[in-house]
């Protein structure tokens, strides 16, 4: 019989990568936290609309990587490619819209039918945050402070750069949309056919396009900044104002448009050299019109998503568990003495591992392969004195300790 494999794209988080994911994650939390927000978890399947209204029809998201499927009561069903859009559906279906301003984190499993490759997954990770009810740039610069701090702590391999953006209100971009619509036409034998597809409905898209035609079309392109108002233009002065009075560095990128239909005014993403072409590692931006398009009311919003698979790829050293005490018994007598002496010390707070069986030996060497702390031995003749020997694996010295001293001994 064929041996059954996993789905393409998803994986096995092994205990070790379980535990980068886990680090990264509690890492995330903590940050959030000290900047005064509070978790929140969605569930992980939502019906169809919470996207499609959001994320807009001619996103990738919705148009490509979207897990919908029927369940048996025929109710179409999206497994979450994203996490804000479950927080805003959320924020108006709990009625949590007289509590602003409100601070959430959120972390968990997020679902795209895409190119599997390193660091591309279709089941994969995210943290992320959303502050809802504040529409100064203030905000905005609060959670790329944020999410500068959460990335910057982590101790990453390599480089980590905030490219930002703003792609104005509505009025701005229509106006924008209009010009750069008009533009392309002039231009239109050299699109790529994704980008003839988005040429009406979201023109703005071709701009961050991969294709290398698109890019020479978008280099001559009108720009962005010179279709802003005046109230666009002074939202995006104070958040680089309040970036630079912080000492926050950052790229101003104006073809960084980020694919989805809730954005306004600022948009960033941080990225790293360490990674190869799946460089994003962290991704946000304004959305004052997502929670009154999926029926709430007008509420301003900022948020960011961060991918904790990427960034558990480029951790420079893999998070440890605590080191246990390896009980390791001789004798037949003794074996049974340290099934008591564990669960003792265990109830004591202690983390204790116990070889199940083998010679001193090796129980011994498996105690060193866990990375215990120590070894407490455990002979007839300890037995008989009431006293156990320990064994410092870090030094290698031996000390004999009476038994009821033991759990204070461990415990410092
Ligand atoms: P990319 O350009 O790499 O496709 P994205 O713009 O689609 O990223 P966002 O929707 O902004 O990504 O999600 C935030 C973060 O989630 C990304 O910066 C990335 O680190 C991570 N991420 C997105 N898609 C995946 C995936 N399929 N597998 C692993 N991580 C992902
Ligand atoms: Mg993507």
Same mark, same amino acid.
């Given at each position: 019989?064929?041996?059954?494999?996993?789905?393409?794209?998803?994986?096995?988080?092994?205990?070790?990568?379980?535990?980068?994911?886990?680090?990264?994650?509690?890492?995330?939390?903590?940050?959030?936290?000290?900047?005064?927000?509070?978790?929140?978890?969605?569930?992980?399947?939502?019906?169809?609309?919470?996207?499609?209204?959001?994320?807009? !029809?001619?996103?990738?998201?919705?148009?490509?990587?979207?897990?919908?499927?029927?369940?048996?009561?025929?109710?179409?069903?999206?497994?979450?490619?994203?996490?804000?859009?479950?927080?805003?559906?959320?924020?108006?279906?709990?009625?949590?819209?007289?509590?602003?301003?409100?601070?959430?984190?959120?972390?968990?499993?997020?679902?795209?039918?895409?190119?599997?490759?390193?660091?591309?997954?279709?089941?994969?990770?995210?943290?992320?945050?959303?502050?809802?009810?504040?529409?100064?740039?203030?905000?905005?610069?609060?959670?790329?402070?944020?999410?500068?701090?959460?990335?910057?702590?982590?101790?990453?391999?390599?480089?980590?750069?905030?490219?930002?953006?703003?792609?104005?209100?509505?009025?701005?971009?229509?106006?924008? =949309?209009? =010009?750069?619509?008009?533009?392309?036409?002039?231009?239109?034998?050299?699109?790529?056919?994704?980008?003839?597809?988005?040429?009406?409905?979201?023109?703005?898209?071709?701009? !961050?396009?991969?294709?290398?035609?698109?890019?020479?079309?978008?280099?001559?392109?009108?720009?962005?900044?010179?279709?802003?108002?005046?109230?666009? =233009?002074?939202?995006?002065?104070?958040?680089?104002?309040?970036?630079?009075?912080?000492?926050?560095?950052?790229?101003?990128?104006?073809?960084?448009?980020?694919?989805?239909?809730?954005?306004?005014?600022?948009?960033?993403?941080?990225?790293?050299?360490?990674?190869?072409?799946?460089?994003?590692?962290?991704?946000?931006? =304004?959305?004052?019109?997502?929670?009154?398009?999926?029926?709430?009311?007008?509420?301003?919003?900022?948020?960011?998503?961060?991918?904790?698979?990427?960034?558990?790829?480029?951790?420079?050293?893999?998070?440890?568990?605590?080191?246990?005490?390896?009980?390791?018994?001789?004798?037949?007598?003794?074996?049974?003495?340290?099934?008591?002496?564990?669960?003792?010390?265990?109830?004591?707070?202690?983390?204790? !591992?116990?070889?199940?069986?083998?010679?001193?030996?090796?129980?011994?060497?498996?105690?060193?392969?866990?990375?215990?702390?120590?070894?407490?031995?455990?002979?007839?003749?300890?037995?008989?004195?009431?006293?156990?020997?320990?064994?410092?694996?870090?030094?290698?010295?031996?000390?004999?300790?009476?038994?009821?001293?033991?759990?204070?001994?461990?415990?410092?």
């Amino acid at each position: 019989m064929a041996q059954i494999q996993p789905l393409r794209g998803t994986r096995d988080l092994l205990p070790e990568e379980c535990r980068k994911i886990r680090h990264v994650e509690a890492r995330a939390l903590a940050i959030a936290k000290l900047y005064g927000f509070e978790e929140i978890e969605t569930p992980m399947m939502e019906p169809v609309a919470v996207f499609k209204r959001s994320l807009g !029809d001619t996103s990738d998201i919705v148009s490509k990587q979207m897990y919908l499927f029927k369940d048996l009561g025929g109710d179409e069903i999206v497994l979450r490619p994203e996490g804000t859009a479950g927080v805003a559906r959320a924020f108006i279906s709990e009625g949590l819209t007289q509590n602003l301003p409100l601070k959430l984190f959120y972390r968990g499993p997020m679902f795209r039918y895409e190119r599997p490759q390193k660091g591309r997954y279709r089941q994969f990770y995210q943290v992320g945050v959303e502050l809802l009810g504040v529409d100064k740039p203030q905000a905005d610069v609060e959670l790329i402070a944020m999410a500068q701090q959460f990335l910057g702590e982590l101790k990453l391999q390599g480089d980590i750069r905030l490219h930002l953006n703003t792609i104005g209100d509505a009025e701005s971009r229509a106006t924008y =949309r209009d =010009r750069l619509r008009h533009y392309l036409e002039t231009r239109k034998s050299e699109l790529s056919q994704d980008s003839l597809t988005r040429l009406e409905r979201n023109p703005l898209r071709i701009l !961050d396009s991969k294709d290398e035609g698109d890019k020479r079309v978008v280099a001559d392109a009108p720009s962005l900044a010179e279709s802003l108002n005046d109230l666009s =233009r002074a939202f995006f002065d104070g958040v680089q104002e309040g970036l630079s009075t912080l000492g926050i560095p950052y790229f101003v990128d104006p073809l960084l448009v980020r694919g989805l239909d809730y954005y306004c005014h600022t948009v960033f993403e941080f990225t790293t050299n360490a990674l190869g072409s799946q460089n994003a590692v962290l991704g946000g931006g =304004r959305y004052d019109n997502l929670i009154s398009d999926l029926g709430g009311p007008k509420t301003p919003g900022v948020g960011w998503a961060s991918g904790v698979d990427r960034l558990s790829l480029m951790l420079q050293e893999t998070p440890k568990d605590v080191a246990p005490v390896a009980v390791v018994p001789l004798g037949d007598e003794a074996e049974k003495e340290a099934v008591k002496l564990t669960h003792e010390l265990r109830a004591a707070g202690i983390a204790v !591992d116990v070889g199940y069986s083998g010679n001193m030996g090796k129980r011994m060497k498996r105690a060193d392969k866990i990375g215990a702390r120590c070894a407490v031995i455990l002979g007839s003749e300890e037995l008989a004195k009431g006293i156990v020997q320990v064994k410092w694996l870090g030094t290698g010295t031996q000390e004999q300790i009476n038994r009821s001293e033991l759990i204070g001994k461990l415990r410092t």
